[in-house]
């Protein structure tokens, strides 16, 4: 990830989102300019966008793809490649989400060092979050960190070939296969 060599507010940074088409996301005064994805990205991202889909259907709990930003005060806005808020304060902004549940994550080789380390830091800061999901596209293996209740410590579980992943804030159980469909694992 590059940063734009300029220090920005939360605010310019909101602005400068709503100016452009290239998606960024913002930690702490810079601003990064998001990457493409690969095509094995994109379908773990369909995968498990559809699992939530066909698991939450119409109840309380809202999901959300890469397209929508995750905000905590005036520290961060990332665009996770898929996380569930069951939160009615989440309704009140269309582009901005602020109390997810559950936050997932394909790592990527040129992020996933950020995303399992500053980013999972900062992620650790929003209080309703109780799971986060790190799916890796090299290898059939999802990491599920999860704290039971806020403020406990994460406790982490390792789901590879054959394995059902279990996530449990939201009460769902899918087969790591059904996640991996379509993707070359080589």
């Not at 310019?12 to 810079?30: A, K």
């Not at 995750?70 to 309704?91: E, G, H, I, L, Q």
């Not at 406990?152 to 009460?171: E, H, K, M, T």
Request: net charge negative; proline share 4%.
């Amino acid at each position: 990830m590059v940063a734009i060599p300029t220090g920005f507010s939360p605010q310019d940074y909101l602005v400068l989102e709503q100016e452009n088409t290239i998606r960024h996301e913002y930690r702490r005064g810079l601003v990064y300019a998001m990457a493409g994805g690969s095509d094995d990205h994109s379908r773990l991202s369909i995968n498990f966008l559809t699992a939530l889909n066909l698991h939450l259907g119409d109840g309380d709990c809202q999901f959300f793809s890469g397209d929508v930003k995750v905000n905590y005060a005036d520290d961060f806005f990332y665009y996770p490649d898929a996380f569930v808020t069951c939160d009615s304060r989440d309704r009140a902004d269309r582009y901005v989400k602020r109390y997810p549940t559950l936050i997932a994550e394909v790592l990527s080789p040129s992020t996933a060092q950020f995303d399992r380390g500053e980013k999972f830091q900062d992620y650790q800061s929003l209080g309703t979050l109780a799971e986060y999901v790190l799916i890796a596209q090299d290898e059939m293996r999802v990491e599920c960190w999860r704290r039971p209740e806020p403020g406990a410590p994460w406790q982490g579980a390792v789901y590879g070939v054959g394995d059902r992943v279990l996530l449990q804030s939201i009460g769902l159980e899918v087969a790591i296969s059904t996640l991996y469909r379509g993707v070359n694992l080589t």
